[in-house]
Structures are given as C-alpha cells and as structure tokens.
C-alpha cells in the first residue's frame, strides 16, 4: 500500500495514469475509495491523485494534528510525488483543505472545484440563511448523514446507498468535534479566494440538504471570478449520486483552465474575468 511520511503521520495515497496532476479530496463521509467513479473517467488523460485525510480512511491522526494540518498534508505528500501545479477536486470537508492551499500556496493551483461546499466564502447574510435552513430541518433530518444522500436517490438506488454507507464506515472514529470551527468564529475566506486569482468553479447538488445551492450560490457570489453550476436531480454527494453529470462538469471546468493557460492567462489575469 502506498504512504507517504508527512508531518509525522503516514499520508495513505494513490497515483493513476499520467498527465497533468488531478488531486480529489473525499469529504467528511468518505475516503479514497470514494472517487471510484471518478479515477476511470479521468485517469486517461491525467494522473489522478486520490488520499485519505489524517483521521479518515487509512491515515491515522496519530499525532492529533487534526484538521488544522489537512492542507500542509497534501502540499507536503505532492513534494514528494514531484508534483508541482495540478487542478484540485474537493468535496464538502474537502473544501477546507482546498481553501487552506488557496492561502498557503495559490501560485500552485491551476484551478479549484469546491464540490458541496462554500469554501469559507461567508458573510452574516450567509451564516443567518445557514441558521434559518438549519433549524427548518425536521429533527430526524438534522444529522448529516441523514443528509449526505438525496432521499430520492437512496429509494430508488438502495445498494448504491448501502455501498456509499460501507466506504464511510472504513473510517475510523474520530471526536465528535474533530470539524468543529471555534466558538464565535466569524472568519470568511473570500478575500483569498477573491484576491488568489485561481480560477475556482463552485458545484453543487439541485437537491443538497447540507450545503442548498441558495446558499452555495450566495458564497460563490463574494468571489467576483468563480463560476457556479448546479447538477439536477443530486444531492449533497453529486459526485456518487450522478457520477456523469459531476466528471462532465468538472471536464468542462478543466477545459475552461486549460484554454485560458493556452491563450496566456494566468492566475493573477483570472481574477479579473
């Protein structure tokens, strides 16, 4: 099995294919194997990275580092893969660390998919709009993963939903406040985001109940050159709900990356578009 030695801990990882770098971050209900329906489509054309984050998967968080130390983990795991600039694909918790690569080492991204997630890129409009939703929600439906699937999706898919539920259960058990933000914090991270210039697409489910696109597209909204798409008829997990729709907009985005490399633009010219 393949680690590597980073910042104290053993980072679990896969390479598959080559090209240009495509790095995917699983979110909180997942791991590596979550992007099994990404790493065949893409794997011909680019070396698809795929890892767990310390504490999910086979990564063990045996120096309690925590989240804290999610996006110095992959920067430290594609210095030793020769990995220099790639595009990163993150879901939901994912986000976290893409943002985290955004401050610490944007003139390394070629460009950024938040999947299922605001990225950071709040303000008070959007923590009320997160509190009213929140608190709409039935108390059986107030636990995320009661929310990572589209409630239409498990009904009509019940062994996709059993497998999606068995690859969270790989993990291993962490605090129960292991992703908690700190009491009263009211940071945001679109003037990073904004600033960066990194080209960066916000994409998310028609029918997430954890990140609603009302909400996602209000935190796209605070970064003047991101763009914004919706996939129909996918929940919070659009990746493994509605695999096709996901790669091809995530292959559109590539795209629109590579054309504006191809005609001169850079990350600094990105956010003036």
Not at 32 to 60: E, K, N
Not at 143 to 171: D, G, S
Not at 192 to 217: K, N, Q
Request: with cysteine.
């Amino acid at each position: 099995m393949p680690f590597a030695a980073v910042n104290g801990i053993q980072l679990y990882y896969e390479s598959h294919g080559d090209g240009p770098a495509l790095v995917f971050a699983h979110g909180a209900g997942g791991n590596h194997m979550s992007w099994w329906q990404q790493v065949p489509a893409f794997s011909s054309a680019y070396r698809c990275i795929t890892f767990d984050h310390r504490a999910f998967g086979l990564s063990l968080d045996i120096t309690g580092g925590g989240r804290a130390q999610f996006a110095s983990d992959v920067l430290e795991l594609l210095d030793r893969l020769g990995v220099e600039r790639f595009i990163f694909v993150a879901q939901s918790m994912g986000g976290r660390t893409a943002a985290g690569l955004i401050r610490r080492a944007p003139q390394r991204l070629r460009g950024v998919v938040f999947a299922g997630s605001t990225a950071g890129s709040v303000d008070d409009e959007i923590r009320e709009l997160q509190r009213r939703y929140t608190a709409s929600l039935p108390p059986d439906r107030r636990t995320l993963t009661h929310r990572a699937l589209w409630p239409h999706y498990v009904e009509k898919n019940p062994r996709m939903a059993f497998l999606y539920r068995q690859i969270n259960q790989l993990n291993p058990k962490r605090p129960a406040d292991f992703l908690a933000l700190q009491p009263g914090y009211r940071g945001t991270f679109s003037p990073f985001l904004a600033e960066s210039g990194v080209p960066i697409l916000f994409l998310v489910g028609e029918h997430d109940a954890i990140t609603p696109p009302h909400i996602v597209e209000r935190a796209a909204a605070l970064v003047p050159h991101a763009l914004y798409r919706v996939i129909a008829e996918a929940g919070h997990s659009a990746y493994f709900e509605r695999p096709e729709a996901f790669n091809a907009a995530v292959r559109e985005f590539i795209g629109h990356v590579e054309a504006r490399e191809a005609t001169g633009g850079s990350t600094s010219q990105a956010a003036a578009s």
